[in-house]
């Protein structure tokens, strides 16, 4: 079953930044809409930033001013640059394709210290 791949969590303190990645062969990651959502414990998850094939990027208010969406479609990836983290950032981060999601990976956990 094919299925994204995170990576780039970590443990960090307030103000520290993180890449993470998120990659799947073929082309579904490249053709679709790609959105990255994240699930901090108790809560649903929420998606938090989404990118078109053509590269044009939204982000929840929550994230916005700190994190970016970029994709590099050769290498069948997206990624989420991800600055000024706050503890409330803490979350296990998840990305797939929007509307035809297909299966989902097991996420990537960030874990934001004060």
């Known amino acids: 079953q094919v299925h994204p791949v995170e990576s780039g969590g970590g443990l960090v303190q307030a103000g520290d930044s993180l890449r993470l990645s998120c990659y799947e062969p073929g082309s579904r990651l490249k053709v679709n809409t790609v959105g990255w959502f994240r699930q901090a414990p108790g809560k649903q998850r929420e998606v938090i930033a989404h990118?078109?094939?053509?590269?044009?990027?939204t982000y929840a208010d929550s994230v916005k001013g700190r994190f970016t969406i970029s994709r590099d479609s050769a290498k069948n990836t997206v990624y989420l640059q991800m600055n000024s983290l706050k503890p409330e950032d803490t979350a296990v981060y998840f990305c797939n394709a929007i509307r035809y999601s297909g299966f989902w990976g097991q996420g990537t956990q960030v874990a934001v210290s004060s």
């Open positions: 990118i078109t094939a053509g590269g044009i990027a």
